[in-house]
T-cell receptor, first 112, second 112 residues
Framework: ETGVTQSPTHLIKTRGQQVTLRCSSQSGHNTVSWYQQALGQGPQFIFQYYREEENGRGNFPPRFSGLQFPNYSSELNVNALELDDSALYLC???????????FGPGTRLLVL | QKEVEQDPGPLSVPEGAIVSLNCTYSNSAFQYFMWYRQYSRKGPELLMYTYSSGNKEDGRFTAQVDKSSKYISLFIRDSQPSDSATYLCALRRGGSNYKLTFGKGTLLTVNP
């Protein structure tokens, strides 16, 4: 198992609500990436944080936002939830300069 | 055309069979090639990571990259029921952008 942890494991929200997902990166890793995985699909890149700064963003609207903290843990915030936001949200940590990304177990979000 | 194409299967094989999983890609900027294994309701687990064209072997697993054809493969020898999972190819461009671009994943079942 990787040292990447995510909370909560499951979450149910209603359309229009806001949600915050959390990720603790593996020890020694300063980069966190977030991915959305819809059912039956591969993960899609949302954004990446390197040393508390956003370092690349995928094709997701601004209502998807994030933070990285000095201890390199991270949050993903989604505002104005839509039904299509229902998915498994994965975070992956890596060490700057090392291409290997290690994934956490994910948070399963259901929007009703 | 999607950047990365992967046959979603499903693929069902008897125990002990040799399994071949494949992805094709369209962008020659991809320089790093990975295979992840994802069990149901879990996060992806890194299996193999390669940089250059050629073969890389790790136990029962062999990753093959052909950059000229933009084709990558994962071979599993002596497949076991515990290999039953979804296999995802993931590609990354060079430089400081660590974004991974995933295939859709192939669902593999190894029958005892």
């Amino acid at each position: 198992e990787t040292g990447v942890t995510q909370s909560p494991t499951h979450l149910i929200k209603t359309r229009g609500q806001q949600v915050t997902l959390r990720c603790s990166s593996q020890s020694g890793h300063n980069t966190v990436s977030w991915y959305q995985q819809a059912l039956g699909q591969g993960p899609q890149f949302i954004f990446q944080y390197y040393r508390e700064e956003e370092n690349g963003r995928g094709n997701f609207p601004p209502r998807f936002s994030g933070l990285q903290f000095p201890n390199y843990s991270s949050e993903l915030n989604v505002n104005a939830l839509e039904l299509d936001d229902s998915a498994l949200y994965l975070c992956a940590s890596s060490s700057g300069g090392d291409e290997t990304q290690y994934f956490g177990p994910g948070t399963r979000l259901l929007v009703l | 055309q999607k950047e990365v194409e992967q046959d979603p299967g499903p693929l069902s094989v008897p125990e002990g069979a040799i399994v071949s999983l494949n992805c094709t890609y369209s962008n020659s900027a991809f320089q790093y090639f990975m295979w992840y294994r994802q069990y149901s309701r879990k996060g992806p687990e890194l299996l193999m990571y390669t940089y250059s064209s050629g073969n890389k072997e790790d136990g029962r697993f062999t990753a093959q990259v052909d950059k000229s054809s933009k084709y990558i493969s994962l071979f599993i020898r002596d497949s076991q029921p515990s290999d039953s999972a979804t296999y995802l190819c993931a590609l990354r461009r060079g430089g400081s952008n660590y974004k991974l671009t995933f295939g859709k994943g192939t669902l593999l079942t190894v029958n005892p």
